[in-house]
């Protein structure tokens, strides 16, 4: 295999599917493997380079597939593991690779692991997990906190310790410091790796180690980041996590599980990463070739949306990331869909959403696009009695969970349940969605869809925006500009995210335009002019 197919994720579009809520070929209300199987053509006519699958392990689905219960089975709900080899061979097919999430952290408790660690202090799983004894008072071992709510131990009265769950009480965090709860582990990788999957999505992958000597974490000081992307409501959010998450010991585990992945050719992982500090760990983390590929920023999944916000996160990442490499991401299953966080307030929502496209698939590095964000799917509005998310029922009414970027794929606009299923879907469906679904906008060649697959096939054709170096970032209250470079081409990238016309200087040299986004810019003494909600495109002539 040639060293580009084998690096094909530098610079790729993955598109993110949720299972429950993409296709549902049984019609029980709840989307399956079959489901997305139909739908890959569709996939692959945007013009993406691969697909991401959240969770469809078995599970209790406390956590919708976070909590797993075997890492090697497929849950009835989505199907067998016979459907996902279909799934691989229709995608392998279509030119598309596959990547799924890989829950390595923590499982479920009904985990048969779990359930023969938690019966006494001496069976061979004792120390599979992380349990502690209490203090002498009875209270829980050191004031760690839950991302969910609340403590971060739960007491369990046949060992008479406490176990740590950095999420659900029912998610118990596994213990890397035991070698065979690693090896165990990478059996699970290599199960899934022989069936022909093409990468990972790492979930909450700093969090896989913790501070042996179960030290207190310390309070969050005026001043202190906070780039953890928990909502201020929550108590997790006014700590440093010095102690719990992000050990150094984490490194190893990353090498040895790079050891495995490098033993099959052209597999990627992409490390979801949550931390107080997260661009050092991303550098860390994707450095010297011999730990993760990627690792998965959430410095555009916040509220921030300005220009020079923008513009210091893209030099803050150039800057600490050296030869790692970042995976950039407007939206995705855990927060509210980028159209409405940072376009709620604009004049024309989808010219925004469109070229919020352009910014997002300029920068250096590789993109996550999540389903429906090539519709302009705003976040949908469920009612309290409707919520199913375990992280929204305790913050409500100010924080509402992730349930309104979660809900039903809207493919037809005239059908029942925008005709994702026949049957009552496990959230509902929208109804700013139906006019949005993907029949409506396949015959409007202005359409959202519409321009996410010219855009994006046009992009295949250059290089530097794929691959380039990236320099020359330059913002205003308008929008940006900055330059992507490769091997014989020079492309300029200009954004106008306001709703007015906007102006902006040049680099030196003789620009000239090019299509992408449209010719419905100006380059001229040294400047290119763009129409509200544009992005322009050049090229360096003797680039």
């Excluded at 429950?20 to 890959?40: C, E, M, V, W, Y």
């Excluded at 349990?131 to 002498?136: M, R, S, Y």
């Excluded at 700093?206 to 202190?224: C, E, K, T, V």
Aim: aromatic share 12%; proline share 7%.
């Amino acid at each position: 295999m040639k060293q580009q197919e084998l690096a094909w994720w530098r610079g790729a579009v993955i598109y993110q599917i949720y299972p429950r809520s993409f296709g549902d070929a049984n019609q029980d209300g709840i989307g399956d493997l079959p489901g997305i199987t139909a739908k890959l053509p569709y996939v692959a006519s945007l013009g993406v380079d691969a697909i991401w699958l959240s969770p469809f392990f078995k599970s209790p689905m406390k956590d919708f597939g976070y909590d797993v219960s075997d890492y090697c089975d497929v849950d009835p709900l989505f199907g067998t593991l016979e459907d996902f080899r279909k799934l691989v061979d229709v995608a392998h097919d279509l030119g598309l690779k596959v990547m799924i999430d890989q829950v390595l952290s923590h499982t479920s408790d009904e985990h048969p692991w779990f359930e023969e660690s938690r019966v006494s202090r001496d069976n061979p799983k004792a120390d599979w997990y992380v349990w502690a004894d209490p203090k002498p008072d009875g209270t829980p071992p050191n004031n760690w906190l839950s991302i969910f709510g609340g403590c971060a131990w739960q007491w369990e009265s046949r060992r008479q310790q406490y176990y740590l769950h950095n999420f659900l009480v029912s998610q118990p965090d596994l213990n890397f410091h035991n070698p065979d709860v690693i090896t165990h582990l990478l059996e699970t990788v290599k199960f899934w790796l022989d069936l022909g999957v093409d990468g990972f999505r790492l979930d909450t992958v700093n969090f896989y180690l913790h501070d042996r000597q179960l030290r207190d974490n310390p309070p969050l000081s005026a001043g202190d980041s906070k780039s953890l992307g928990v909502p201020g409501t929550n108590p997790y959010s006014m700590q440093k996590h010095r102690y719990d998450i992000s050990q150094p010991e984490n490194i190893g585990f990353l090498q040895t599980l790079r050891i495995l992945l490098d033993q099959y050719e052209g597999i990627t992982t992409v490390g979801e990463i949550g931390d107080d500090n997260p661009l050092q760990l991303m550098a860390e983390y994707t450095s010297g070739n011999d730990k993760l590929h990627m690792a998965y920023t959430f410095d555009l999944l916040n509220v921030h949306r300005s220009p020079g916000y923008v513009a210091s996160v893209i030099e803050k990442i150039e800057g600490a990331i050296n030869d790692g490499w970042a995976c950039w991401a407007l939206s995705n299953h855990d927060v509210v869909r980028c159209i409405s966080r940072w376009g709620e307030s604009e004049a024309d929502q989808m010219a925004y959403g469109k070229v919020l496209l352009a910014l997002l698939t300029s920068l250096r590095g590789s993109v996550c696009l999540y389903q429906g964000e090539e519709l302009g799917l705003p976040e949908a509005e469920i009612p309290f009695e409707k919520i199913q998310d375990p992280y929204g029922i305790p913050f409500w009414p100010e924080y509402k969970g992730r349930d309104g970027c979660r809900t039903p794929m809207p493919w037809m606009s005239e059908a029942g349940n925008a005709g994702f299923s026949s049957a009552e879907p496990w959230l509902p469906v929208d109804d700013r969605h139906y006019p949005l679904a993907v029949d409506r906008q396949e015959h409007d060649s202005n359409s959202m869809l519409a321009h996410y697959r010219r855009y994006l096939h046009w992009r295949k054709a250059h290089p530097a925006l794929i691959s380039g170096e990236l320099s020359d970032v330059f913002s205003n209250t308008q929008g940006l500009r900055f330059v992507r470079q490769s091997d014989g081409e020079r492309v300029l990238v200009a954004v106008n995210l306001s709703d007015t016309p906007m102006t902006i200087a040049l680099p030196e040299g003789n620009w000239q335009a090019l299509s992408g986004h449209g010719f419905t810019f100006s380059v001229a003494n040294g400047e290119v002019s763009l129409p509200p909600y544009q992005a322009a495109f050049c090229n360096h002539e003797n680039g």
